[in-house]
């Protein structure tokens, strides 16, 4: 059982960074691959980023490529997104999920586990 909670999400101008994190509990965080995902107002969830579980190996979305940065720290069992020169378009609840296993997966229905979310809101 994996437990996620964002946070460090907030108000930022076009063109700014946020940093969000995503604490897990459990003792066998470095097996499980992580994700961020997001969802606007009136859309689907959407990938965002994916990273194994020994962090060497990661996938963006074509949107996000070059600009947001996902990592993770296991000896805090903490994952993060960077993001980086955003866009109004980023405007999104951002989630954390994890699913059990080796295999990247860019679809939310793989993914077992999931955050609350957190709310980044970008203005033009």
């Known amino acids: 059982q994996v437990q996620l909670v964002e946070s460090g999400g907030g108000l930022v101008q076009a063109g700014g960074s946020l940093r969000l994190s995503c604490a897990a509990s459990g003792r066998t965080f470095s097996s499980y691959v992580m994700g961020w995902f997001r969802q606007a107002p009136g859309k689907e969830r959407e990938f965002v980023a994916t990273l194994s579980g020994s962090g060497g190996s990661t996938s963006y979305a074509d949107s996000v490529k070059g600009r947001f940065a996902i990592s993770k720290d296991n000896a805090k069992n903490t994952v993060y997104l960077q993001m980086n020169n955003l866009k109004p378009e980023d405007t999104a609840v951002y989630y954390c999920?994890?699913?059990?296993?080796?295999?990247?997966?860019?679809?939310?229905?793989?993914?077992?586990?999931w955050g609350q979310g957190t709310q980044v809101t970008v203005s033009s």
């Open positions: 999920a994890a699913r059990a296993g080796v295999i990247l997966s860019t679809t939310a229905a793989s993914y077992g586990y």
